[in-house]
């Protein structure tokens, strides 16, 4: 789930009771989609953030990291493949 990454908000705490994994985005920002319109919404103040749950397992609330231009690679590879 893609999220402003914003640890000092109360859900964040709620969501690492069962969270497995915390991955925060560096080097840029995730621009999220206006639900209304399908557009990009421009202006994120924050940094973003994917909150990973995985079934069958007990949570293990890692924390990793991976960089914009990682994330935008595979998603092109998901592109092309489809």
């Known amino acids: 789930m893609l999220v402003p990454e914003d640890m ?3 859900w964040f705490s709620k969501a690492l ?3 497995d994994e915390v991955r925060i985005i560096t080097d840029g920002r995730i621009n999220f989609i206006e639900p ?3 557009l990009e919404k421009k202006g994120n ?3 973003s953030m994917l909150l990973i749950w995985r079934p069958f ?3 293990r609330r890692m924390f990793t ?3 914009k231009a990682a ?5 092109q590879g998901v592109r092309r493949a489809t």
Do not use: D
Not at 71 to 75: D, H, Q, V
């Open 65 to 67: 990291i991976v960089s």
């Open 71 to 75: 994330l935008m690679a595979i998603g």
């Open 45 to 47: 103040s924050k940094g």
């Open 8 to 10: 000092s908000v109360g």
């Open 57 to 59: 397992i007990s949570p």
């Open 36 to 38: 209304s319109t399908g």
């Open 17 to 19: 009771e069962s969270v």
